[in-house]
């Protein structure tokens, strides 16, 4: 005979850990993303966020199925912290822009949950709120809906792919991300142009630049591309703000 299901909310520790402290999703996400950072992904384990917790280990799995279910919450935790207070202006540039500026700037601030986070799909509340929120920034401004969906997805890939390269450079030692760093100094810089005429002509310039992430700039052009591409077919249709927007749906971070 099968063993009955216990329902979600019934598996959730209302006992006090040995420290006094009442276990929550939240809090075991807290403190996934203080492992991370501290000890990198091989540090994120059941037995040292049990001791980080001061709980049994096994208690985690009263509220994650396992470490792979944690870590879509800790994807899903990033984008809620993102788009946290962030409200639509009505202008879809704008409005794209803030986006995926923050959830970049979110990543980034925590490359070693990056690592682990921006190519999976965790199919939770913050990252449905996120996709609802870009979808109709999209659609209230006019794009048809198979334009809106092409945007979408080369805008949230784009978003997330520079969040992935940029977090992988953060998560470098030290010693490490000096060196790249300096190879534009040290070894560029110096090419002669008889043998690389075009990177010796740009090396002072591409030493400024490689230095720094490139997310805003290629922002720009696929906002750039996704306004042409648009206007095209709709030119004297008067369908892309040409008129003030409906009601807008407002973001939700559950």
């Known amino acids: 005979m099968p063993k009955p299901v216990v329902p979600e909310e019934k598996r959730r520790r209302r006992r006090p850990t040995r420290a006094g402290t009442v276990l929550s999703e939240d ?22 966020l049990g001791l980080a917790l001061d709980c049994d280990p096994s208690t985690l799995y009263r509220y994650f199925r396992g470490m792979d279910d944690l870590t879509l919450a800790i994807g899903d935790a990033l984008l809620g912290q993102a788009l946290a207070g962030w409200a639509p202006t009505g202008e879809w540039r704008t409005d794209l822009r803030a986006i995926g500026l923050r959830i970049h700037a979110q990543y980034v601030a925590h490359p070693q949950a990056a690592l682990l986070t921006t190519n999976r799909v965790t199919g939770r509340a913050h990252e449905l709120a996120a996709d609802e929120a870009i979808l109709d920034v999209l659609r209230t401004a006019g794009f048809p809906l198979p334009e809106a969906v092409r945007v979408y997805h ?12 940029d977090a992988a450079s953060l998560a470098l030692p030290k010693d490490s991300q000096r ?76």
Do not use: C
């Not at 080369?154 to 390269?165: C, G, R, S, V, Y």
């Not at 810089?189 to 043998?195: G, I, M, S």
């Not at 805003?216 to 008129?243: H, I, N, V």
């Open 27 to 48: 809090l075991i996400v807290a403190a996934a993303l203080r492992l991370l950072r501290e000890h990198g992904s091989a540090g994120l384990t059941a037995r040292r």
């Open 154 to 165: 080369a805008f949230i890939d784009q978003t997330l792919a520079f969040a992935a390269l």
């Open 179 to 254: 060196a790249d760093e300096d190879k534009w100094n040290s070894t560029y810089a110096r090419l002669p142009p008889t043998t690389h005429p075009r990177i010796a002509e740009a090396a002072p310039l591409l030493a400024r630049r490689m230095v720094t992430s490139a997310y805003a700039t290629a922002l720009e052009m696929l906002l750039d591309s996704a306004e042409r591409q648009a206007r095209a077919p709709l030119q004297g249709r008067g369908e892309l703000r040409d008129q003030p927007p409906p009601t807008r749906t407002r973001l939700t971070t559950g």
